[in-house]
């Protein structure tokens, strides 16, 4: 078995750190030596880590003030391969390599689609991917349109990038499902509830769904529970008041266990400008919710096979994500996606990173 080291900046709560430890939990469940190294650790996460991972904390505040430390990582404990996910980590990791000058395959991973890369600095960003990325062994992307991407807008050698989706615990999160917050909301004899989640950010375009659900309310008995936290607190604070929203929306900020929400709501919602590889729509599919998104890059088409699972919207369009929200809640049958769910099977995706890495 090898010695495999994953190198994120820390387990705050973001989908790529969560996945990260998934990976890591499944490459120890398989009998590897596992080391979790963090920029700093700490985040919500850190209690999902297993105790068969070795956490290794490099104790820098900022990822670029952990190449130093990463470098001497690299040179004591030799591991035979380390993966690194987000880009200014993956930056740093090539990096490190080159001054360890230590043999280590090294495998990097690009979880958003380059659609994410505006205003300042996303030009330097995308030269440092293009003179940095084909130093490394291996370029993982989270679905097949980063990966098309990373080809076509990089120049990255087909061969070099692999498109590996995130593993999705289908059993573990229906039995986390099971634990339904005790919110008056949520109580059967009370309307139905749209739940959507995510960082309350530009890319999520929480806007655009205020505005559908307000199309909603004159149409439906429904109220929307959106969990996250993020920079446009205010801001969405702000515009459920203009819009006399305040009784029918909840922000229910950071939930460690979204799932409970999930099973309890009757629709997903997923209104973002672009993606990567949006693990809470297979998410809400394994707890049994009717899903909605926008057909932006990328992700939503794949997971949802073109609108076979799911119904797929354009970006930005109020109206069109409204309507799809009252079909959701009204139509009577809807497809089963458990055929669907086993090709993310933790299982599978371990089985990808073990040949990418080994």
């Known amino acids: 078995m090898s010695h495999i ?8 709560g973001g989908g790529a750190e969560r996945v990260m430890v998934s990976v890591a939990n499944g490459l120890a469940s398989r009998g590897h030596r596992v080391d979790l190294v963090l920029v700093k650790a700490e985040g919500p996460y850190l209690s999902e880590v297993s105790d068969r991972v070795n956490v290794v904390d490099l104790g820098r505040g900022r990822v670029i003030a952990s190449v130093w430390p990463l470098i001497c990582y690299m040179r004591r404990e030799r591991p035979d391969a380390l993966l690194s996910a987000l880009f200014h980590a993956n930056f740093v990791a ?5 001054f360890a ?11 958003n689609s380059l659609a994410s890369l505006t205003g300042r600095g996303s030009s330097l960003i995308l030269w440092l991917m293009r003179c940095l990325y084909p130093r490394a062994d291996a370029i993982v992307a989270v679905s097949r349109g980063i990966a098309e991407e990373l080809i076509s807008e990089l120049g990255l050698a087909p061969e070099r990038v692999v498109a590996i989706p995130n593993p999705v615990d289908v059993e573990g999160i229906a039995a986390l499902a099971v634990q339904r917050p005790e919110h008056p909301w949520l109580a059967p004899d009370s309307p139905p509830v749209v739940v959507a989640v ?3 950010e530009a890319q ?5 769904l205020l505005e559908a659900f307000e199309k909603v309310r004159k149409r439906r008995d429904v109220r929307l529970v959106i969990l996250g936290e993020g920079a446009f607190l205010p801001e969405l604070e702000r515009r459920i008041a203009d819009a006399s929203l305040s009784d029918t929306v909840m922000l229910a900020g ?3 266990n979204p799932f409970g929400w999930m099973a309890a709501s009757k629709a997903y919602v997923l209104s973002s400008v672009y993606e990567g590889f ?21 992700g939503p088409d794949e997971i949802l096979e073109g609108g076979k699972w799911g119904t797929l919207v354009p ?26 769910l086993r090709k993310f099977h933790p299982d599978v995706i371990m089985a990808d990173f073990e040949r990418i890495l080994t």
Not at 94 to 98: E, Q, T
Not at 278 to 288: D, T, V
Not at 319 to 338: C, F, I, K, M, S
């Open 254 to 256: 950071f939930q460690p």
């Open 94 to 98: 090539i990096v490190a390599r080159l």
């Open 204 to 208: 999520k375009d929480y806007p655009t």
């Open 315 to 340: 970006v930005g369009d109020a109206d069109a994500l409204a309507d799809a929200v009252v079909d959701a809640l009204d139509r009577r049958t809807w497809p089963d996606p458990a055929s669907m």
């Open 278 to 298: 949006p693990n809470s729509l297979i998410q809400a599919m394994a707890c049994g919710v009717r899903v909605v998104s926008t057909n932006c890059p990328t």
């Open 101 to 111: 000058r230590v043999r280590m395959r090294l495998v990097v991973s690009e979880r």
């Open 198 to 200: 995510g960082r309350l």
């Open 5 to 12: 080291a994953i190198y994120v900046p820390s387990l705050q």
